[in-house]
């Protein structure tokens, strides 16, 4: 998690209501727990505990609409001003005196004709420009509270296991290979990810320490290439699966399958999918072309899967 604050802006409003489904009313204060706002509708154990939207997108919305809107019309639990909102993504944080919220969730499913708003003006400015956080630490809020963002930096590491490519035989293409889909997966996507590549001989205590590190700095994500055969200095399993909390072994049981069946040879492959501590860990083979069909195959569900591991529900 980057410690760094890039803007700081304030709180608006604080704004409960006693029921879903209806506006929410400006409160002095609020206090916030475990669960969200005490006295909310809202609150629970859940990950859409605290809503946010900023007074420029209620303005802005206003403006187009041909009317004036309050602080919680649009049903949001705090309102601010001089933060982006809309630039945020799932794990940024804010930190309001003493409390800490995490953004779980961007936008939301419209209610339709549920909400007052759409059945006056046939649209709602919540839906696309609301975010939603959980509560990592409680305190008190109260209108003029400084509101302090802090990104989230999804760092993932790849690692090469080549002894020839270590030694400086031919260059290393696979790594790069993982390093620019992953470029272009996060391309469409709000996360700030971090990518940085490493070089390593098949060396089972080279590997290990390399994990052990990456999960100890926060990593988010591990794609290993090579190593995943059967030859005498393949161990990249091995290692793996000795520091792994969780074993996922549908993801790598489906590639084989699915490239097996037209080439043999890709039954050999011995990846493995894992889980240490909360980061996430995928093997794969050496090769450009076994790099491009695995990662078409770990894309499909890899948002899913890191959202999983934070405790959050996609569905």
């Known amino acids: 998690m980057n410690k760094e604050y890039i803007s700081v802006g304030n709180v608006v409003s ?23 706002i005490m006295g909310d509708a809202h609150a629970g154990a859940w990950h859409r505990q605290i809503s946010l939207l900023a007074m ?13 809107f309050s ?10 001003r001089g933060i982006d909102l809309m630039a945020t993504s799932v ?12 953004v779980t969730q961007l936008g939301k499913k419209c209610h339709g004709d549920g909400c007052a708003i759409y059945q006056e003006v046939g649209q709602c400015v919540m839906p696309r420009e609301g975010i939603f956080c ?5 305190g008190a809020i109260k209108a003029g ?9 999804l760092k993932c590491r790849i690692i090469t296991l080549s002894d020839r490519a270590h030694q400086g035989v031919y260059e290393d293409l696979s790594g790069p290979r993982v390093q620019e889909r992953l470029e272009a997966y996060f391309a469409g996507k709000r996360w700030r990810p971090q990518i940085t590549l490493e070089l390593l001989p ?7 320490e390399a994990l052990v590190a990456a999960r100890n700095e926060d990593a988010a994500l591990i794609i290993t290439t090579g190593g995943t055969g059967i030859g005498p200095r393949d161990i990249t399993p091995e290692v793996v699966t000795a520091l792994a909390d969780k074993i996922i072994p549908g993801i790598m049981e489906h590639i084989r399958v699915a490239y097996g069946a037209t080439k043999p040879n890709a039954l050999l492959s011995r990846s493995v999918a894992a889980v240490i501590g909360e980061t996430l860990v995928y093997t794969l083979p050496g090769s450009v072309k076994a790099v491009d069909e695995y990662m078409n195959e770990i894309t499909k569900n890899l948002e899913h899967i890191l959202l999983m591991l934070h405790g959050l529900d996609a569905h």
Not at 202 to 208: F, G, S, T, V, Y
């Open 202 to 208: 098949d060396d089972a205590e080279r590997l290990r």
């Open 134 to 138: 959980r509560v990592l630490q409680g």
């Open 56 to 68: 420029e997108s209620v303005e802005r919305f206003g403006a187009d609409a041909g009317r004036a």
């Open 145 to 153: 509270d400084a509101i302090r963002y802090r990104p989230f930096t």
């Open 14 to 36: 604080v704004n409960i209501s006693r029921e879903k489904g209806t506006s929410k009313e400006p409160v002095a204060d609020i206090t916030v727990d475990d669960n969200g």
């Open 71 to 80: 602080c919680g019309d649009f049903a949001e639990n705090i309102t601010t």
């Open 91 to 102: 794990f940024d944080r804010f930190t309001i005196g003493e409390v800490e919220l995490e």
